[in-house]
């Protein structure tokens, strides 16, 4: 509040001192500020049109194409913001040459001081438009959270998390946490499904039957590639089973799924996991 009180006594001591409001504001009628909320309220209800029709156009055509379109909505969104506000400066505002440099100057240092993180986030999405970290449609991680982006906001975005929680994070985020992309505008997404055995099972035959409960899968996209990795641990033999679903979204289904088929084979081949019991603390703990 300091902030915005000093940015406001400043803004209007440049204001008097240069006699800048003369000749920068036209004169306010109740027919402009008419014009102006009407403007504002058609932004909004293009913007709110764009973002649902672009959402029901996405789920109906071709799985491909979703994120393609869901990709343009921050596109349209920038667009309609930037009518808006040139013509709602066009409206008030008298912007010569001289009387532009004047008022991007003043509000420059008024905004320097009164809403530094908010400025923060909003030049950080501009970046990120360009650099394009994350896009909508896209799984990623910032910080503790996990997620799809599912809206691209001048702000910040809106991550939607597996629990179906609506999360919103500032674009400020991309100065300083890592971002993980899963996906990266691509459709698939890899999917690590891991399992913990007793150290005595046979390698070969776990291997090839994670092999056959990825390829039997109906969610498995058999275009990319089937890794299965392992290594040895104080409490047991961990394997790691690499692969991908046709749709990122449809990452827990699927990996549930792998699990379902994993565990039956197991129990008709006779491989039994790790006795837990009998571990010490620290194997359990390190387990954790």
């Known amino acids: 509040m300091m902030l915005l009180s000093i940015s406001t006594t400043l803004f209007a001591q440049l204001l008097d001192d240069n006699g800048i409001a003369d000749r920068l504001l036209t004169e306010i009628t109740v027919n402009k500020i008419l014009k102006a909320l009407i403007s504002i309220f058609v932004a909004y209800g293009i913007s709110v049109s764009i973002q649902s029709f672009v959402n029901w156009l996405s789920e109906r055509v071709a799985r491909r194409f979703r994120l393609t379109i869901k990709q343009s909505v921050p596109f349209w969104k920038g667009l309609i913001l930037i009518v808006t506000v040139v013509y709602l400066l066009n409206l008030f505002l008298n912007l010569s040459q001289r009387n532009l440099l004047a008022l991007t100057g003043t509000i420059a240092v008024g905004l320097g001081f009164a809403f530094k993180d908010y400025v923060s986030s909003i030049i950080a999405g501009v970046v990120t438009l360009f650099e394009a970290p994350y896009r909508v449609g896209d799984r990623i991680r910032i910080g503790e959270h996990y997620g799809e982006v599912i809206g691209y906001g001048l702000r910040g975005l809106r991550m939607q998390t597996p629990d179906d929680n609506t999360v919103t994070i500032p674009h400020s985020k991309t100065w300083t946490d890592a971002i993980s992309n899963a996906n990266s505008g691509e459709l698939e997404a890899q999917v690590v499904t ?78 039994f996991y790790p006795t837990l019991n009998k571990a010490t603390p620290e194997m359990i703990s390190n387990k954790n």
Do not use: N
Request: proline content about 3%.
């Open 194 to 271: 891991e399992f913990y055995l007793h150290h005595d099972v046979d390698c070969d035959k776990v291997i090839r039957l994670l092999y056959q409960a990825a390829y039997s899968s109906r969610y498995t996209q058999l275009k990319l590639s089937v890794v299965v990795v392992m290594a040895e641990l104080p409490w047991c033999t961990h394997f790691k089973l690499r692969s991908y679903p046709m749709d990122a979204r449809d990452e827990f289904i699927y990996q549930t799924d792998l699990m379902r088929r994993a565990k039956q084979a197991f129990a008709k081949h006779g491989i």
